[in-house]
Structure formats: structure tokens, C-alpha cells
């Protein structure tokens, strides 16, 4: 019987990985591996909003203004909401939540239970956003739109001023201080603009005692280096 076409070619596939293998070549006939282009991310970084963002939609003809901006405390958002009232005083509700640590709160402000201010503060949590007021400002239209209506509608608003709210990674900052003869004021200053602090404070007295900040990942590294320049004669006072 004659051999088929694809085992005359399998048998010349074989000679071949032979005589690869004979010279020295590892494992001839394996097949390539895929390449892998994946590249290996850093976890999630908090965010904030460096500017507020805004937002408008009209829903069954009742008229949310959505805004979402960088916000500390819960005092600060309650500035902030209590201006809205003063800016529209025909509004039904101004609804808000504030997803800042300790001091997050989702207000409903007359909208049934939980169909507003909670989806709005489950959007900035989606989000991965620390430090962000999230505020809309409700006129009734005269049709009502139900539980699960409302709950789309808080939810588009926030969602909608997110789309063009540009976020900034949130960087941990680390105060120090740091005393030094006079004599070494000016390469202070050159050190710590060289590294990016920012300068908060100089007193003069018996010594220069200069304060500033530079994100506290870096710190360590700074003081050793301040410390090698300053051959032992810069000190670090406990506020």
C-alpha cells in the first residue's frame, strides 16, 4: 500500500526534528508558545475630581441637575447643598451624597427611602472615588416616575457629570521638620526644591527650622539624603 500524502509529510517532519536534535537544538518540534503582552498593573489607586463636573437630564419632563465635585467633610457638603437651596428655591429636593471616609453620608431629602441618595453614593463607590460630593437638584415635572424610575435618574445624573469630572490619583502627604545652621540654608533649599516638597514654613532663630511636605512614600528617602549632605548637623525637632 502507498503511503497517504500527510504521512509522507509527517515522516519528513519527523526526519527533520531529528536531525535539529542530532546539532543540538532543544526540543525542535515544539510548538511555539503564544507570547504573552499582558502587562502586570498597579492596584487601584484612590481618586478625586480636581475640578466639579456637571450634568442636566430630562426625564418624563421633571429636570435633574447633577454636579459632582471634590469635597473634605461632611460640613463643607452641607455648605455646598444649602447654597443649591438658595440658588433654586422652586426646587422639589436636592438630594446629595458625600463618599469621604468617616464622614460619608447619602441624603434622600424627601424622595422615597433609598432611591436616591444611596445610588448616588453606590456610583462614587463604583467609581473608586475618595473626597467627592455628589449633588442633584430635582424639579418636579408633574409625572411621577416610581421607585425603580428614581433610582435610574439620581443614578444618570451622578453617572453623567462623571463622564467629563477629569480625577486625580489622591497623594498621601508627610510633614517634616527639620533645623539647620545657617550656613547650610541655602542647600536646604535647593534639596527640598530638587525633590519636589512643598516649603510651608521658615523660622529664623538660633537655627533655620524649615517645614514642608512631599508625599510621605518619599520621605525617608529624603531625610537620608538631607542627612548625608548636612554630615550630622541637621536636626529633626518633634512638632
Known sequence: MQPSEAEITQGTHAHKCVALRNKGVMNPCAKPRARD??????PSMPQTLRAPAHSEL???????????????????????????????????????????GGQS???????????AGRPMLDVLRHQDLEGV????????????????GLVRAYTDSVAQALLTAEKIPIIKLQQLRCAA???????????LDAAGASLDEVRHGDDVLFVFSLPAEQAAALRARLDEAGHGRIGWPKP
Open 133 to 148: 460630593l455628589a449633588t442633584v437638584v430635582r424639579y418636579f415635572g408633574g409625572v411621577k416616575l416610581g421607585a425603580g
Open 181 to 191: 545652621p545657617y550656613a547650610m540654608e541655602g542647600m536646604l533649599r535647593r534639596e
Open 105 to 115: 453620608a447619602a441624603v434622600d431629602d424627601g424622595e422615597p427611602s433609598g432611591t
Open 37 to 42: 503582552d499582558r502587562v502586570s498593573l498597579p
Open 58 to 100: 430630562i426625564i418624563k419632563k421633571s429636570r435633574f441637575i447633577g454636579c459632582v465635585q471634590p469635597m473634605a467633610d461632611r460640613a463643607s457638603a452641607q455648605a455646598v447643598v444649602d447654597a443649591l437651596w438658595r440658588e433654586h428655591p422652586g426646587a422639589a429636593h436636592v438630594c446629595w451624597a458625600l463618599l469621604a
